[in-house]
């Protein structure tokens, strides 16, 4: 039988190397740690090698197809499929930023929302029966930031399919840079809209997944806080904590029953759409 295998999306730092830490030291079988730069990628590795771990290293720049498939490739053949995938990369402008809103919003949703999408796209052809998709949203995105009705209860009705919520990610971009996306009652940040899109997402995959009936289970989840680049080092969670949600999805046992295409936070699903 082909070594079960483990990817982690931009794990060079922050919460994606704290699960590329936990997993090396709980998963059987091989652990990638991805990144977009090699030099970024290496170093993780040598720092996690240090520690006596021994992660394996792939490029992976979820933003480019092209080495989304070189990665789909390269684990068919090695290791016939995947058995874990943990979409952690994300990206959110600090509030210091001067990049106008129009280029905020295109930017943050082509990587949290529609980079993400792809990857899923491409690697679920390659998933091994018993696979663990962890998608890694926020409570930046609960779907209570969205005020505006019709598209709450759309959402909300767990209705929609994938077509439809890129079609929402596209009018969001396209609302921003034509200056009414505050009367259409979208939440405040654009990073917020990305996350609750993914969490939507994360809704129809899990149920797509689950009808392929070879227990292949999706969750998204929220890392919590954590002091990371991304929260200017603000939060309170260290990176090994803020992955233990991430790696406790990533490692649910053959034929669990719940949680499926839940929200996860420390462990406990969530209700996000309360
Ligand atoms: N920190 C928090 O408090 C918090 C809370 C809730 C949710 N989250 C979510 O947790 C995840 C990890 O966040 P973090 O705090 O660990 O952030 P981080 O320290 O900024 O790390 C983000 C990682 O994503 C990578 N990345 C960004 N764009 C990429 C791309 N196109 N292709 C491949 N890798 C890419 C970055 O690579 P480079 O080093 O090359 O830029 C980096 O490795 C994100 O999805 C974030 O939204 C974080």
């Known amino acids: 039988m082909a070594r079960r295998v483990a990817v982690v999306t931009g794990s060079n730092k922050g919460i994606g190397l704290g699960v590329v830490r936990g997993l090396c030291k709980q998963f059987d079988g091989d652990v990638y ?126 209705e929609y399919n994938i077509p439809q919520l890129e079609q929402i990610a596209k009018q969001y971009v396209e609302d921003v840079k034509a200056g009414v996306h505050a009367e259409k009652g979208y939440p405040k940040s654009h990073y917020s809209m990305t996350k609750l899109l993914l969490t939507a997402l994360s809704r129809v995959q899990a149920r797509e997944l689950q009808n392929r009936n070879q227990d292949i289970v999706l969750n998204a989840c ?32 053959p034929n669990v029953n719940s949680p499926i295409g839940e929200f996860v936070e420390n462990r406990k699903i969530s209700d996000w759409t309360a």
């Open 33 to 158: 740690l991805t990144a977009r730069d090699e030099k970024r990628g290496t170093d993780a590795v040598a720092e996690l090698q240090r520690e006596g771990l021994s992660p394996k290293f792939h490029l992976l720049d979820i933003s480019d197809h092209a080495s989304i498939e070189r990665l789909r490739d390269f684990l068919k053949q090695q290791y016939g499929g995947l058995d874990v995938l943990v979409n952690n990369a994300g990206i959110a402008y600090k509030n210091s930023s001067t990049a106008s809103a129009a280029e905020q919003a295109e930017n943050t949703m082509a990587v949290n929302f529609f980079a993400n999408l792809n990857v899923c796209k491409t690697m679920f052809d390659i998933l091994k029966p018993h696979a663990r998709v962890v998608n890694v949203s926020s409570v930046a995105g609960l779907l209570q930031r969205l005020s505006n009705p019709e598209m709450k209860k759309k959402i909300a009705s767990n």
């Open 222 to 253: 929220c890392p919590g806080y954590v002091s990371t680049d991304m929260s200017s080092h603000g939060g309170t969670k260290t990176i090994d904590e803020g992955a233990d949600t991430l790696i406790y999805l990533a490692l649910l046992p």
